[in-house]
């Protein structure tokens, strides 16, 4: 049992990582939840952007233009399949906050987290970037429309503020944090100290996220109907990346499987109010999620040889 233990430390040090943060952060609840409450999580968001731009190779943003099939129908899902996978499973929740809090999940853009998780699992981060990028926008685009839609009460929401907190948290670091690795040659020493920092912003995320969960008997079926929507967007992200690469694969399994949470309780109280009570179990379900999956991959060798390109075209993500 040692023995064993060890070994899963060893190879999923990540997700033991993400474990020990989300237990710290349902145990340790008042200084954790008044740094969430005190703009600790925009931060942390920020902080994990910027690192990981800094781990990603200038020569993999241009293999992005050449992926774009495979970015295009990432992002075509995004906006069709997963918020009717999200509505379809928030049914099991009976109405309330709870149900329209899990019916937002699948309108937020892939969760910034995802990158990160990428990069960990070998997988091509420039292209979880792109997908990253692409599915802010398209949130922008299509969010208040669905929403208005769902909303019983008719209430509209206004972009205006989600743009400017997107921009703020994603838009900003992400831009730094590249143009630092493309035009400062000695940025890219710091590829493996960001990825730590990386990792360890993404731990103390988890643990905040903890602090505001308060779980009661009402979670029973919000944890079911997210554990449904995890893998039902897991499979559609696992079909995506069939005729793709074995990095670009990663990239579109992770993008697709995680969803941004803390966009999600944003548009989820600006149409429905207090409904975003589901929206913390779901940040740490996909947190932990997201680090197993990059250790397994990355046990599983997924980083191709440096220069290896599909079949066709040499394009990452073209079909074979």
Known sequence: MVSRARSLVTGYPELGLVLVAAALGLVIRPPLAWLAGHRGISVLLATLVFATALTIDPAALKRVAAAWRSLAVALLAGITALPALSWAVAQIAPPGPLREGLATVGLAPCEIASVATTAMAGGEAALSAGVLIGSTVTTVLVAGPALRLEAASGSAVRPAGVIASLALVVAAPLAAGLALRWRVAGVARLAKPAGTTAMIA????????????????????VAVALLLFLAGSAVLGRLLGTRSGRSASTALLLTTSMRDFAIAAGLAAAAFGAAAAPLGLYGILVLVWGTAAAGFWRSRGTREPQGEQDREGGEPGGPP
């Open 202 to 221: 993404v731990a103390l995320l988890v643990a905040l996220i903890a602090a505001e969960v308060r779980l009661s008997a009402a979670y029973a079926g």
